[in-house]
């Protein structure tokens, strides 16, 4: 499984863009791309998933490189309440689910 | 529709004691993960389960067990119990279909005190 890095915490202001990166050098062809935000003593709550190019839905866009060995999750205009953990994970292992967590990216909204 | 359900939402146990938590995954979802969140970390992968055969386990020691019923729901075993294994401890049930996405869905979790 491909290993993810992405900052450990970030401060933002409501209304802002929010702008998260990760990297994950090792990503292979058969990867897919996802992001969980998780509040405290929750799960994870999936956000989007992507292959490649740009993925938009209703909470988030997410930005992949043609090397895909990045990529990006943009939140428009924050609020507080998107104060929250957010994890980036690559992989595919079709009928294994299997989710390898990193520490995940800590994002403080400020008012 | 019912998302993840997991009971019981908390738990306080003595240290040796055995523990059982319980989770039903969203209907049709075949496929259900065990994972271990401490303070301040990432969840950890415990097992996965996909039509009652284990398909995957992680780095714990024995002491943990889980089994998948035939209606998917799925038992978390842990005996035992340590101080550390105090943690917030997630199910994920997804459907396990590349043709029909690859997200999982997660429960509230239960919060485990071990003292």
């Known amino acids: 499984l491909a290993k993810t890095t992405q900052p450990i915490s970030m401060d933002s202001y409501e209304g802002q863009e929010v702008n998260i990166t990760c990297s994950h050098n090792n990503i292979a062809t058969n990867d897919y791309i996802t992001w969980y935000q998780q509040f405290p003593s929750q799960g994870p709550r999936f956000i989007i998933q992507?292959?490649?190019t740009k993925v938009t839905n209703e909470v988030a866009s997410l930005f992949i490189p043609a090397d895909r060995k990045s990529s990006t999750l943009s939140l428009p205009r924050v609020s507080l309440s998107d104060t929250a953990v957010y994890y980036c994970?690559?992989?595919?292992?079709?009928?294994?689910?299997?989710?390898?967590f990193g520490k995940g990216t800590r994002l403080h909204i400020l008012p | 529709d019912a998302g993840v359900t997991q009971s019981p939402t908390h738990l306080i146990k003595t240290r040796g004691q055995q523990v059982t938590l319980r989770c039903s995954p969203i209907s049709g979802h075949k496929s259900v993960s065990w994972y271990q969140q401490v303070l301040g970390q990432g969840p950890q992968f415990i097992f996965q389960?996909?039509?009652?055969?284990?398909?995957g386990r992680g780095n714990f020691p024995d002491r943990f067990s889980a089994r998948q019923f035939p209606n998917y729901s799925s038992e978390l075993n842990v005996n035992a119990l340590l101080l550390g294994d105090s943690a917030l401890y997630l199910c994920?049930?997804?459907?396990?279909?590349?043709?029909?996405?690859?997200?999982?869905?997660f429960g509230q979790g239960t919060r485990l005190t071990v003292v």
């Open positions: 389960y996909y039509e009652k055969e284990e398909r």
């Open positions: 994970l690559v992989g595919d292992l079709p009928g294994d689910d299997k989710i390898i």
């Open positions: 994920a049930s997804s459907l396990s279909d590349p043709q029909r996405g690859r997200k999982a869905f």
């Open positions: 992507g292959y490649k």
